[in-house]
């Protein structure tokens, strides 16, 4: 298995980061009502929590081998996912009134990001 260069995948990562920045600050804008004012925390705390779990995944290896990309995906995953749901249990008991507009912005930037890791893992394979 090849491995993608860490400075390769930060740079596509932050291009991804920005398109979603700029798609959810149009989205505010057309759609105030429907907009949660969290969108841009929300593509920020994707990236850095992105840019962290790939870098486990990523990070140089002594010996390549197929069991501790699966460890270190695992990890990884399991980090991922204890960050979303300790920053979405957070945001929900502090900001009640706008719980339902954040809810499905995060759903939808939480996918976006998730395809876009499994296409820049499964591309450089």
């Known amino acids: 298995m ?14 991804f980061s920005v398109i ?8 505010q804008l057309l759609l105030p ?3 949660s004012p ?5 593509v920020i705390f994707f990236f850095l929590i992105t840019l962290f779990t790939l870098y486990v995944v990523l990070r140089k290896q002594k010996e390549p081998s197929g069991k501790k990309f699966i ?3 695992m990890i990884s995953r399991i980090v ?10 957070l945001y929900l ?8 507009n954040f809810a499905v912005a995060f759903l939808i930037i939480y996918f976006a990001y998730s395809i876009f890791e499994v296409f820049a893992l499964k591309k450089e394979q």
Do not use: C, Q, T
């Open 2 to 15: 090849s491995k993608i260069p860490i400075r390769k995948f930060a740079y596509r990562l932050m291009i």
């Open 20 to 27: 979603m920045a700029v798609v959810g600050v149009i989205f």
């Open 33 to 35: 009502k429907f907009a």
């Open 38 to 42: 969290a969108i841009p925390f929300i």
């Open 71 to 73: 460890a270190g995906y």
């Open 80 to 89: 991922k996912m204890i960050s979303i749901l300790i920053f979405l249990i």
């Open 93 to 100: 008991i502090f900001n009640k009134e706008d719980r339902w």
